[in-house]
């Protein structure tokens, strides 16, 4: 789990982007966000962030290391929200939109989600199978 520089223990090792410049800034400051000069402190819920904002903020960097499949909303209306792996030492920058309470988490991806479904429907037909089975053995 330790192939410095590039995995980090949080958890257990984690591959991280090339944009990340301070390793160990990515867990000392896992409860804040920042946004230009300012910071902000960030409520969790299990997988998700909470941020508040005052609504003027052009950008906020989450304190989640950037993978495809994050996605952000405005906790007020549900607007979905752009955000991108251009945050501060690799990290989640949303693009709140006048938003003032927003929320990110995981969302997964479009071959995430074709997987699951694919081993979802091969499951369906191993059942649909064995009971076809056993039904000519009767």
Known sequence: YDHKP????????EWLPLTVKDIHALTDD????????????????KNELEVGLTGNEEYVDVPFVYYKGYAAVSTADGKVLICD????????????????NIRVYYKGTIIGIVSTLVSLGTLILCIVLLIMKKRKKK
């Open 85 to 100: 792996g251009e945050g501060d030492n690799g990290r989640v920058r949303v693009y709140p939109d006048g938003a003032k």
């Open 6 to 13: 590039f995995t980090e223990h949080v958890i257990s090792g």
């Open 30 to 45: 896992c409860d804040v966000a920042y946004t230009g000069d300012k910071t902000i402190k960030v409520s969790r819920y």
